[in-house]
């Protein structure tokens, strides 16, 4: 089992800044991929990030350029830096561990808000 809490949400401004942290605890080991899902109001939960085993990153159009993931192995923490936010991210953020051959972890979500 792997336990996942999510951190670092709030409400900001148009053009801030956020740092959202994922702290895994539990039988943390075989991770395939570690990544960030959003869900706004009325829509469907979408992807955002990823980081691989082998420390490959990938992020979904709507934030290259401006959203960056991390992992902190001797913390066992995740992170998505987010700069220059957009009222469209506005979200539930989720950060999910995708074990090899095995289930999938998600956390129970950090709510971010952009708005003036």
């Known amino acids: 089992q792997v336990q996942l809490v999510e951190s670092g949400g709030d409400l900001v401004q148009p053009g801030g800044s956020l740092r959202l942290s994922c702290a895994a605890s539990?039988?943390?080991?075989?991770?395939?991929?570690m990544g960030w899902y959003r869900q706004a109001p009325g829509k469907e939960r979408e992807w955002v990030a990823v980081?691989?085993?082998?420390?490959?990153?990938d992020y979904a159009d709507s934030v290259k350029g401006r959203f960056t993931i991390s992992g902190d192995n001797t913390k066992n923490t995740m992170y998505l830096q987010m700069n220059s936010l957009k009222p469209e991210d506005t979200a539930v953020y989720y950060c999910?561990?995708?074990?090899?051959?095995?289930?999938?972890?998600w956390g129970q979500g950090t709510q971010v808000t952009v708005a003036s």
């Open positions: 999910n561990y995708q074990i090899v051959l095995g289930p999938s972890y």
């Open positions: 539990g039988s943390i080991f075989s991770i395939k991929s």
């Open positions: 980081i691989t085993d082998g420390g490959r990153t």
